[in-house]
């Protein structure tokens, strides 16, 4: 009898000790705990093949754009630069007509239930849908979570199709929200209809197709622009075909005010309410933060917010995003290389743009010039300079710049070793005697980390800063910075150079 009481309950440990496993093998719970580290990338100019050395790429003259069968061939890259997830820019089919650029923007959907034909490597037997399950497949034997985006609105084609699923001005036509001249609003009732709302339902083959294609979670485009009770029945309906499917939110505190005045607005805090995993955060506005305070004040209160929730939330390190111009053009690979131990030290999941480590300005030398061939009505190649193509089949990212990717990998390794200071620690800001030098500590029990930087990008800063639970026997070891630094009395004093960083760990 005591045999078989033993046996049932090594069964039971083996059972719980399993599923704890498995939970943590999955994407909402690696988000929620802080342990995503994220790669954004167009799987259309993710692996091109530009053999002329023109940027672009012309498939007429035997050129070949990305695809999912090629993308494979870089995984093992990204793996060694200690991504875990890949966030696939969208990858629905692109509308053609009224179109912004040769091959159509990728956030032009035109169809919700489709994969995108442009990204199929035409030379492999398997079907698209066997192309991209492949992709997602390989991904996952290399420990790697996907992320595909969803597009929040619909392209001119879709409308033409499907005029009653878009809202219309008082002359009949199709909305564009904001500036984005290549898409049109969708129709979503903020009532009980929108359980038979033809846009919920076409979203929900949408959700199902993903997860049937081995998606780990979703990346809702401009979610503000939907009503609350479309995403907490979609998330719903996610999560009950697939537990620990993710669903990140771009929403940020900076949004205020809807895309246009037909558009809903729903704030982030509503969204996170209706289920989402987390959201964009405001880090984007590193590069308007001169004083840091403004820094401070926005961790701290993120943080706060985040802690009201029963169930775990979090954020993305939003830094450099596709919809921003590259750091190189803002401050030079020493800015870069902040927001490289930024996404290494803060409170977030770390995240990245293709491009962003290769050091890319994402400066096209074809821009705006006449096509010489074009798949959409537009004749011209439309981009936007300083920020990754969507528009056109480009080159993939620039790959010359080994500092930053050797500072990748020495973030990476970083925060692995001080992973439960980083994802579980206590943010806390020090005054530093000077507004242009952001500073702070990250504490879990005796040990701590220490983060300094000068967001001046011109000009030297001095600054003198006292640093928390230093003791006379603490261990103080620099990683980043000169090797002369001392701490004297628990107090720091340094010149900082331009966008210099300084890190190091306190172990008592």
């Known amino acids: 009898m005591k045999i078989k009481k033993i046996i049932y309950i090594l069964a039971c440990l083996l059972f719980l000790n399993c599923a704890s496993y498995a939970d943590n093998e999955n994407l909402q719970t690696m988000f929620q705990n802080n342990n995503a580290v994220i790669y954004a990338l167009n799987i259309r100019t993710f692996n091109a093949k530009d053999t002329n050395g023109n940027e672009i790429i012309e498939i007429s003259r035997g050129e070949t754009p990305g695809s999912f069968i090629n993308a494979i061939e870089r995984l093992d890259e990204l793996k060694g630069l200690g991504i875990n997830t890949i966030h696939l820019l969208p990858i629905t089919p692109v509308g053609k007509i009224k179109a912004l650029g040769t091959a159509g923007s990728l956030y032009a959907m035109a169809d919700l239930t489709k994969i995108n034909m442009q990204l199929?490597?035409?030379?492999?037997?398997?079907?698209?849908?066997?192309?991209?399950?492949?992709f997602t497949d390989e991904c996952h034997k290399r420990d790697i979570k996907v992320i595909v985006d969803l597009p929040s609105c619909g392209a001119y084609d879709l409308y033409i199709d499907r005029p009653d699923l878009f809202?219309?001005?008082?002359?009949?036509?199709?909305?564009?929200?904001?500036?984005?001249?290549?898409?049109?609003?969708f129709n979503v009732p903020d009532n009980n209809t929108i359980y038979h709302s033809d846009i919920f339902f076409l979203h929900k083959i949408f959700i199902t197709n993903m997860i049937n294609l081995g998606f780990d979670g979703i990346r809702a485009d401009v979610a503000t622009i939907k009503p609350y009770i479309f995403w907490k029945e979609l998330i719903k309906y996610a999560?009950?075909?697939?537990?620990?499917?993710?669903?990140?939110?771009?929403?940020s505190e900076s949004w205020t005010k809807?895309?246009?005045?037909?558009?809903?607005?729903?704030?982030?805090?509503?969204l996170l309410d209706a289920g989402f995993d987390g959201y964009y955060g405001n880090y984007f506005e590193l590069k308007n933060w001169k004083n840091n305070d403004e820094f401070y004040n926005a961790v701290v209160s993120q943080q706060k917010v985040l802690r009201k929730y029963k169930e775990?939330?979090?954020?993305?390190?939003?830094?450099?995003?596709?919809?921003?111009?590259s750091p190189l053009l803002?401050?030079?690979?020493?800015?870069?290389?902040?927001?490289?131990?930024?996404?290494?030290?803060?409170?977030?999941?770390?995240?990245?743009?293709?491009?962003?480590?290769?050091?890319?300005?994402y400066m096209y030398g074809y821009s705006n010039k006449k096509a010489s061939e074009t798949y959409t009505d537009d004749e011209y190649y439309y981009v936007h300079q300083g920020q990754i193509d969507?528009?056109?089949?480009?080159?993939?990212?620039?790959?010359?710049?080994?500092?930053?990717?050797?500072?990748?990998?020495?973030?990476?390794?970083?925060?692995?070793?001080?992973?439960?200071?980083?994802?579980?620690?206590?943010?806390?800001?020090?005054?530093?005697?000077?507004?242009?030098v952001f500073a702070f500590q990250r504490v879990l029990g005796k040990n701590?980390?220490?983060?300094?930087?000068?967001?001046?990008?011109?000009?030297?800063?001095?600054?003198?800063?006292?640093?928390?639970?230093?003791?006379?026997?603490?261990?103080?070891?620099?990683?980043?910075?000169?090797?002369?630094?001392?701490?004297?009395?628990?107090?720091?004093?340094?010149k900082l150079k331009p966008a210099e960083i300084i890190i190091f760990t306190i172990k008592n």
């Open 120 to 134: 199929s490597d035409n030379q492999s037997e398997l079907s698209l849908n066997e192309q991209v399950k492949k």
């Open 258 to 270: 809807p895309a246009s005045d037909k558009a809903y607005f729903t704030d982030y805090k509503k």
């Open 390 to 436: 969507i528009f056109n089949f480009s080159r993939k990212a620039i790959n010359d710049n080994d500092m930053l990717i050797k500072e990748q990998k020495k973030a990476v390794d970083f925060r692995k070793e001080n992973n439960d200071i980083i994802t579980k620690g206590s943010f806390i800001p020090l005054d530093t005697g000077n507004k242009k």
């Open 312 to 325: 775990k939330k979090s954020v993305i390190g939003s830094f450099a995003t596709h919809d921003e111009v």
């Open 167 to 185: 809202v219309t001005d008082k002359d009949g036509m199709p909305v564009s929200p904001s500036d984005w001249v290549d898409v049109r609003l």
């Open 239 to 251: 999560k009950g075909k697939k537990p620990g499917f993710m669903f990140l939110a771009e929403a």
């Open 330 to 361: 803002i401050g030079g690979e020493n800015f870069a290389k902040i927001i490289i131990w930024l996404n290494a030290t803060l409170p977030l999941n770390p995240y990245y743009v293709d491009g962003f480590l290769q050091a890319d300005d």
């Open 448 to 494: 701590s980390v220490v983060v300094i930087f000068n967001r001046n990008l011109v000009n030297n800063e001095d600054t003198k800063i006292k640093i928390k639970y230093v003791k006379k026997k603490s261990k103080i070891v620099f990683l980043n910075g000169k090797d002369s630094e001392k701490l004297a009395k628990s107090t720091i004093t340094a």
